[in-house]
């Protein structure tokens, strides 16, 4: 199978690419040797498996966990900000690892010292020795949250075999969308295991906790950017000229220096909070690289533009804000949240902008009238508000007891 023998043909290659992200992300000793599929401490058997890739995957789920509380969960995920997320929730009944590259002897030896009741994968991560070995093991195998990207039906043909002996060994497919949906079933999915039941993501969003103010000055926001958009956003914020300070959250924090640098470059004076820089009257740009303050940001925000949506990443999380009553700016590319982007504009609940000049203009407008601003965050709070009990409904379809 040429699968089988790609992975072990390349494993030197891969061990080299583990190590350099354990580098690049901070990830130390433990995410190499647990990627490596070593070092498993045993896990208490029993629990459910939520295999969550990164950070979104991971808040995608707090809410299930948490309504939960006697249920034992196992999350693993691929990468250190998502394993500081899992962290972060501080709930007593999960346990956290890394999990294994897709080397069968790797899956084994964590199976062995796991023990897991079901797996459940969360959003897509296709893995064929993972699900015929947790299949193998007698593991319920259920996709939940699920959405598929355009690309993956584009794969080679023997690619998409491996994906579509994934779904024959998985049991419930619970998408996000009827888009997604229709996508898995294009793959091979058999459309009796496919239900539709929303974005997991908006559970638990209606009743959100207060947020301490941790920026003193009045602040425009860009959440969660991506590599050339905080140069480009911050050159058209410079051209405004305004009072008000814009705050750069980085999708990945060890990007913080760099784009100090940058910004520095455009005679901007910039504070950066890993450095522990202050911000002063005359800071212009705040870059937050600290780690888990987002959601805090949003709430006191003027206004917040949504990173990942100005270049082609598919777009990020808008909903948050949206539940803390915040006017959200977002890009041209939303394809991760597709029938949520449909839904807010359907309501006047988000601005879309086709680029980066009509960024400016919007700012400019919103920020020049507040009623029009407000008029926006009412809309996008109402949006949150109006939607179903998704954690119910997901409950429901997982069987999931109190």
């Not at 239900?195 to 207060?210: H, M, R, T, V």
């Not at 009072?243 to 980085?250: A, D, H, K, R, S």
């Not at 700012?363 to 020049?368: I, K, T, V, Y």
């Not at 926006?376 to 997901?394: E, F, G, M, R, S």
Request: proline share 3%; with cysteine; glycine share 4%.
């Amino acid at each position: 199978m040429l699968y089988q023998f790609l992975i072990r043909l390349l494993s030197p290659l891969v061990v080299i690419l583990i190590v350099l992200d354990a580098i690049k992300r901070q990830g130390g000793w433990n995410f190499i040797k647990q990627r490596l599929g070593l070092s498993y401490p045993t896990t208490r058997p029993g629990a459910i498996w939520l295999h969550c890739a990164s950070v979104g995957e991971v808040k995608a789920v707090e809410a299930l966990i948490k309504s939960a509380p006697q249920q034992a969960w196992l999350i693993t995920t691929s990468t250190p900000s998502g394993f500081q997320t899992a962290e972060k929730l501080g709930f007593a009944n999960t346990e956290i690892r890394y999990c294994p590259f897709d080397w069968p002897f790797a899956i084994r030896r964590f199976l062995k010292t796991s023990q897991p009741a079901e797996l459940w994968v969360v959003e897509t991560e296709l893995w064929p020795n993972l699900y015929k070995l947790a299949h193998r093991q007698g593991l319920k195998i259920r996709l939940i949250n699920a959405r598929l990207s355009h690309k993956s039906l584009s794969a080679p043909n023997w690619l998409k075999a491996q994906y579509r002996l994934c779904l024959t060994l998985t049991s419930q497919i619970l998408a996000r969308s009827n888009a997604e949906a229709q996508r898995y079933i294009q793959l091979g999915a058999q459309a009796d295991k496919v239900q539709i039941l929303g974005n997991l993501k908006q559970a638990g969003l209606k009743s959100l906790p207060q947020f301490e103010r941790e920026v003193a000055r009045d602040y425009v926001l860009l959440a969660s950017s991506h590599a050339d958009e905080e140069v480009q956003i911050s050159q058209r914020w410079q051209a405004l000229q305004r009072t008000e300070l814009l705050v750069i959250v980085p999708r990945h924090a060890k990007r913080g220096v760099q784009i100090q640098n940058q910004l520095s470059q455009l005679n901007l004076k910039v504070s950066l909070a890993s450095r522990q820089q202050a911000i002063n009257p005359d800071t212009q740009v705040f870059i937050d690289d600290r780690f888990g303050h987002l959601m805090g940001l949003f709430a006191h925000a003027k206004l917040v533009i949504m990173g990942g949506s100005f270049v082609a990443k598919g777009g990020h999380n808008f909903l948050e804000p949206a539940a803390l009553k915040r006017t959200i700016i977002t890009g041209w590319d939303n394809r991760d949240f597709e029938d949520e982007l449909v839904e807010f504009q359907q309501h006047s609940a988000i601005i879309v902008c086709a680029d980066y000049d009509k960024l400016q203009q919007r700012l400019n407008q919103l920020l020049s009238n507040q009623a029009i601003a407000d008029a926006l965050a009412d809309q996008a709070y109402l949006c949150i508000q109006n939607q179903v009990d998704i954690l119910k409904i997901y409950r429901n379809a997982l069987n999931l007891a109190d």
